[in-house]
């Protein structure tokens, strides 16, 4: 089994920072892309950012956090951060880490979700 466990969520200001983590954890061979996605009430869930493992670290951003937002990992660690600058209030959401696993060498990869964590933007 595989766990997704976030933390760093809270209440800021705009113009605050937060920073997310997010830890996986379990029956983990390989992990080949890591990311953040957002749900604001009464929205669909969307691509906040992702990166790929590896030493590539290839990353990915959603418009609307492009230079605000940075996406990092520790692959030795198996967990993925999001530094998020300069909130806006429409960035208040619960943000939830993704990832994708391979549980064991030949196995398919498996698409992980965490339980998210709030992130609330006073203006």
């Known amino acids: 089994q595989v766990q997704l466990v976030e933390s760093g969520g809270g209440l800021v200001q705009a113009g605050g920072s937060l920073r997310l983590s997010c830890a996986a954890s379990?029956?983990?061979?390989?992990?080949?892309?890591m990311g953040w996605y957002r749900q604001a009430p009464g929205k669909q869930r969307e691509l906040v950012a992702w990166i790929t493992s590896g030493g590539s670290g290839s990353t990915n951003y959603a418009d609307s956090v492009k230079g605000r937002f940075t996406i990092s990992g520790d692959n030795a660690k198996n967990t993925v951060y999001l530094q998020m600058n300069s909130l806006k209030s429409e960035d208040t959401a619960v943000y939830y880490c993704?990832?994708?696993?391979?549980?064991?060498?030949?196995?398919?990869?498996?698409?992980?979700w965490g339980q998210g964590t709030q992130v609330t933007v006073s203006s």
């Open positions: 379990g029956n983990i061979f390989s992990i080949t892309l």
């Open positions: 993704n990832a994708n696993i391979r549980s064991r060498s030949g196995d398919y990869l498996t698409n992980y």
